[in-house]
T-cell receptor
Framework: AQSVTQLGSHVSVSEGALVLLRCNYS??????LFWYVQYPNQGLQLLLK??????LVKGINGFEAEFKKSETSFHLTKPSAHMSDAAEYFC????????????FGAGTTVTVRA | DAGVTQSPTHLIKTRGQQVTLRCSPK?????VSWYQQALGQGPQFIFQ???????QRGNFPDRFSGHQFPNYSSELNVNALLLGDSALYLC?????????????FGEGSRLTVL
């Protein structure tokens, strides 16, 4: 079975500061890993995905994540936070088969201080 | 290119009633999944439809049922509503043959059960 754990339900950063959101996964098979963002009253938007190519994955809006198999981690970072980054972020994992059921973490809410 | 569209966006029901939610997948997509997102939690997988058949199911009771139509659109039905069914219901679509695991989400239908 696949699962993810997101460390920290809330993260507060200053505008211009580093954003770091932590995600650890558990998977019985090589995983696909994803980060999604959810703005208030909206659905989920894909930020980036790891599907076994480069371990450092670049996504939209300046976000990137690094797949570390030895640490079973897929942490999300952005060097400089912007006010528009305030949202909820979800890490998700699926098996590399054609079922593609996503197992989501509980989410991390990011607030950005001016 | 229209993305995933869901209807209705909001609805209120009372305990014991039945509800039907609708989803039109992104153009070119043939596979639809449904997720339940309770307040403050990550989305939970309900089931996935492909070729008008339920292909995979999460840990949800039989009160939750679905359908996929020949045009790939889908419905989620919930019978005998409970207070705990109050949630945001998200529809996601993808193209079955593409081996990326990425899902495209709609903005959801928010169900409140009183």
């Amino acid at each position: 079975a696949q699962s993810v754990t997101q460390l920290g339900s809330h993260v507060s950063v200053s505008e211009g500061a580093l954003v770091l959101l932590r995600c650890n996964y558990s998977s019985s098979v090589p995983p696909y890993l994803f980060w999604y963002v959810q703005y208030p009253n909206q659905g989920l938007q894909l930020l980036l995905k790891y599907t076994s190519a480069a371990t450092l994955v670049k996504g939209i809006n300046g976000f990137e994540a690094e797949f570390k198999k030895s640490e079973t981690s897929f942490h999300l970072t952005k060097p400089s936070a912007h006010m528009s980054d305030a949202a909820e972020y979800f890490c998700a994992v699926s098996k590399r088969t054609n079922d593609y059921k996503l197992s989501f973490g509980a989410g991390t809410t990011v607030t950005v201080r001016a | 290119d229209a993305g995933v569209t869901q209807s209705p966006t909001h609805l209120i029901k009372t305990r014991g009633q039945q509800v039907t939610l609708r989803c039109s997948p992104k153009s070119g997509h043939d596979t639809v999944s449904w997720y339940q997102q309770a307040l403050g939690q990550g989305p939970q997988f309900i089931f996935q439809y492909y070729e008008e058949e339920e292909r995979q199911r999460g840990n949800f009771p039989d009160r939750f049922s679905g359908h996929q139509f020949p045009n790939y659109s889908s419905e989620l039905n919930v019978n005998a509503l409970l207070l705990g069914d109050s949630a945001l219901y998200l529809c996601a679509s993808r193209e079955y043959r593409l081996n990326t695991g990425e899902l495209f989400f709609g903005e959801g239908s928010r169900l409140t059960v009183l």
